[in-house]
């Protein structure tokens, strides 16, 4: 079988309807969960005051754009991280010196790194470590929400207390 027959081949098992609604399939999966990270991260944003956002929450969702989230991925970890820090000096909380920056950037990379063309077993761990990625970094920015959350119930509380001492 020569390349030219070996191409034809090939073209004829992707063209297939079950291997093209699975890739449909995939990338639906794929954007859905995208979503619901972006949605972590804005919801994460709202709870950080107008003047210390260095992104707005609806900005986020572009994490969920194929190809462009490449980029957008960088951009989301360096103004997230500047965000939180504006947020936590106002509320004079301690906190990482770049809170998500580095769980954030290395997704950035291995996202990077997985859409670029390699050998299929190579892609395959890039995809796992990128997913492991994901998660990973996913769980940090929840952790940074919950902080949030507990401190806005803190305050609440606190000036519950005070309106009721007056």
């Known amino acids: 079988m020569n390349q030219e027959e070996l191409q034809q081949q090939l073209l004829k098992e992707f063209s297939k309807p079950e291997v093209i609604y699975t890739a449909i399939a995939v990338l ?5 969960i995208w979503l619901f990270f972006a949605n ?3 919801k994460t944003l709202k709870l ?3 003047e210390n956002q260095c992104i707005r929450p609806n900005q986020v969702f572009g994490v969920a754009i194929p190809l462009f989230n490449i980029y957008w991925n960088f951009e989301v970890a360096r103004r997230l991280r500047d965000s939180l820090i504006n947020e936590f000096f106002d509320r004079k909380i301690a906190i990482d010196e770049e809170p998500t920056f580095k769980k954030g950037s290395l997704y950035g990379w291995v996202y990077l790194v997985k859409n670029l063309p390699l050998p299929g077993f190579i892609s395959i761990i890039t ?3 990128q997913f492991v990625t994901l998660i990973n970094y996913w769980v940090d920015i929840n952790n940074y929400k919950r902080i949030l959350e507990q401190h806005n119930t803190f305050r609440d509380q606190e000036e519950l207390e005070n309106k009721h001492e007056d």
């Open 28 to 32: 639906a999966v794929h954007i859905i």
């Open 40 to 42: 972590t991260i804005r």
């Open 48 to 50: 950080i005051s107008t």
């Open 127 to 129: 995809t796992i470590f």
